[in-house]
Protein backbone atom coordinates (compact mmCIF):
# COMPACT_ATOMS: atom_id res chain seq x y z
CA UNK A 1 0.00 0.00 0.00
CA UNK A 2 1.37 3.20 -0.93
CA UNK A 3 0.16 6.85 0.50
CA UNK A 4 1.02 10.37 0.12
CA UNK A 5 3.05 12.22 2.41
CA UNK A 6 -0.36 14.04 3.63
CA UNK A 7 -1.50 10.92 4.13
CA UNK A 8 0.60 9.46 5.74
CA UNK A 9 1.33 12.23 8.12
CA UNK A 10 -2.61 11.74 9.36
CA UNK A 11 -2.84 7.96 9.54
CA UNK A 12 0.21 7.78 11.98
CA UNK A 13 -1.19 10.77 14.00
CA UNK A 14 -4.50 9.27 13.78
CA UNK A 15 -3.25 5.60 14.98
CA UNK A 16 -1.01 7.35 17.76
CA UNK A 17 -4.14 9.06 19.14
CA UNK A 18 -6.14 6.15 18.96
CA UNK A 19 -3.45 3.93 20.94
CA UNK A 20 -2.95 6.74 22.97
CA UNK A 21 -6.59 7.12 24.22
CA UNK A 22 -7.08 2.88 24.03
CA UNK A 23 -4.46 2.83 26.81
CA UNK A 24 -6.26 5.28 28.82
CA UNK A 25 -3.28 7.76 28.63
CA UNK A 26 -3.25 11.74 28.47
CA UNK A 27 -1.32 13.41 25.81
CA UNK A 28 0.58 15.13 28.53
CA UNK A 29 1.45 12.07 30.23
CA UNK A 30 3.05 10.50 27.35
CA UNK A 31 4.93 13.68 25.66
CA UNK A 32 6.51 13.75 29.23
CA UNK A 33 7.58 9.78 28.93
CA UNK A 34 8.57 10.54 25.18
CA UNK A 35 10.67 13.91 26.05
CA UNK A 36 8.75 16.08 24.00
CA UNK A 37 6.24 18.76 24.45
CA UNK A 38 2.66 17.84 24.60
CA UNK A 39 1.97 20.89 21.86
CA UNK A 40 4.38 18.77 19.43
CA UNK A 41 2.51 15.61 20.00
CA UNK A 42 -0.66 17.16 19.81
CA UNK A 43 -0.18 18.38 16.20
CA UNK A 44 1.55 14.89 15.46
CA UNK A 45 -1.66 13.09 16.51
CA UNK A 46 -3.60 16.17 14.37
CA UNK A 47 -1.54 15.03 10.99
CA UNK A 48 -0.53 18.82 11.29
CA UNK A 49 3.61 18.32 10.89
CA UNK A 50 5.58 15.22 9.55
CA UNK A 51 7.44 13.84 11.97
CA UNK A 52 10.80 11.42 12.36
CA UNK A 53 10.84 8.16 12.51
CA UNK A 54 12.99 8.56 16.19
CA UNK A 55 10.30 10.91 17.44
CA UNK A 56 7.66 7.71 16.08
CA UNK A 57 9.92 5.63 18.31
CA UNK A 58 9.94 7.46 21.56
CA UNK A 59 5.95 8.14 21.69
CA UNK A 60 5.90 4.17 21.20
CA UNK A 61 8.44 3.39 23.79
CA UNK A 62 6.17 5.08 25.98
CA UNK A 63 3.05 3.65 24.83
CA UNK A 64 4.59 -0.25 24.95
CA UNK A 65 3.67 -0.73 21.50
CA UNK A 66 6.42 -1.78 18.95
CA UNK A 67 7.51 0.32 15.91
CA UNK A 68 7.18 -2.53 13.86
CA UNK A 69 3.79 -3.22 15.17
CA UNK A 70 2.98 0.51 15.32
CA UNK A 71 3.52 0.35 11.40
CA UNK A 72 1.83 -2.41 10.79
CA UNK A 73 -1.20 -0.70 12.56
CA UNK A 74 -0.83 2.83 10.42
CA UNK A 75 -0.73 0.55 6.82
CA UNK A 76 -3.82 -1.41 8.11
CA UNK A 77 -6.01 0.87 9.78
CA UNK A 78 -6.36 -1.50 12.16
CA UNK A 79 -5.70 -0.97 16.27
CA UNK A 80 -4.66 -4.34 17.47
CA UNK A 81 -6.83 -5.49 20.18
CA UNK A 82 -4.25 -6.44 22.36
CA UNK A 83 -3.68 -2.61 23.88
CA UNK A 84 -5.05 -1.84 27.34
CA UNK A 85 -4.00 0.20 30.45
CA UNK A 86 -2.81 -3.53 32.16
CA UNK A 87 -0.06 -3.61 29.67
CA UNK A 88 1.33 -0.52 29.94
CA UNK A 89 3.14 0.89 33.31
CA UNK A 90 2.33 4.80 32.39
CA UNK A 91 0.91 7.06 34.91
CA UNK A 92 -2.17 8.86 34.16
CA UNK A 93 -2.00 12.70 34.73
Do not use: W
Not at 18 to 27: A, V
Not at 28 to 41: G, I, P, R, T
Amino acid sequence: MSFTKEELQIRIGKTLRQIRQLSGFSIESVAFEADMEYNQLSRIERGKVSTSVFCVEKVCKALKVSTSDFFLMVESGVITPYITKEKTSLKNN
